[in-house]
């Protein structure tokens, strides 16, 4: 008699197991279906071919360094296009020829449009010049190297000590060594 109720509780046991394996490979079949724009998004062409972490990037013409850039995350794609991308920030370093620093520029976004020479940088611009003291903050700004220039479009706010100009404009050659607030619009000084 022991016997008989130990089989009804192994029957009852294997028969719970089957049902929770039946439903359990009906539940994976059924996740098992992919909509084919969500597969096409992780296509080749929407990921980066390389990505770099803690870069350190240095520029020089001749052995004179002219510029190093540091970001915690490059993209680099291909395809469709050869591009670069910070997407977690990035700093630039411009130096002089006794390899002081000239001039220094962060971005919490950059790209650069590798084929067309052209860096783009935007969200809490900073740029400051160590010759004259002054730091600029931007909304974005554009680095053309065919042009050999950096320049913004939008408004700029540049701060000297206790003077503060307001301008609609930003522009440089691509060393730093003329920078300039475009279409003031007034200086201030802050006396504290």
Same mark, same amino acid.
């Given at each position: ?11 009852? $046991? !294997?028969?719970?197991?089957?049902? *929770? *394996? @039946?439903?359990?490979? &009906? ?17 080749? =062409? !929407? *990921?980066?071919? =390389? ?40 700093? *630039? %370093? @411009? %130096? ?11 971005? /919490?976004? &950059? ?11 935007? +969200?809490?611009?900073?740029?400051? /010049?160590?010759?004259?003291? +002054?730091?600029? %903050?931007?909304? /974005?700004?554009? $680095? ?16 000297? &000590? =206790? ?9 440089? +050659? ?5 920078? =300039?607030?475009? !279409? ?9």
């Amino acid at each position: 008699m022991a016997q008989a109720k130990l089989g009804s509780a192994d029957s009852r $046991w !294997h028969r719970s197991v089957c049902y *929770l *394996l @039946f439903c359990l490979c &009906g539940i994976m079949a059924a996740s098992c279906v992919n909509d084919i724009e969500k597969v096409n998004f992780f296509n080749r =062409q !929407h *990921l980066p071919a =390389q990505e770099v972490k803690d870069a350190n990037i240095i520029r020089s013409v001749s052995g004179e360094l002219q510029v190093s850039v540091k970001a915690p995350v490059i993209d680099i794609y291909q395809k469709p296009e050869n591009k670069t991308v910070y997407p977690k920030g990035v700093q *630039l %370093y @411009f %130096y002089n020829a006794d390899r002081t620093k000239k001039a220094y520029m962060r971005a /919490d976004y &950059g790209i650069s449009y590798d084929d067309q020479n052209l860096m783009m940088a935007r +969200d809490n611009v900073v740029i400051i /010049d160590y010759r004259t003291g +002054d730091t600029s %903050y931007l909304d /974005d700004l554009t $680095w053309n190297s065919n042009e050999r220039r950096i320049y913004s479009n939008n408004p700029v706010r540049s701060v000297n &000590g =206790q003077r503060v100009t307001l301008g609609d404009g930003f522009v440089s +050659d691509e060393n730093f060594e003329n920078p =300039q607030v475009l !279409h003031q619009r007034g200086t201030v000084v802050i006396n504290e």
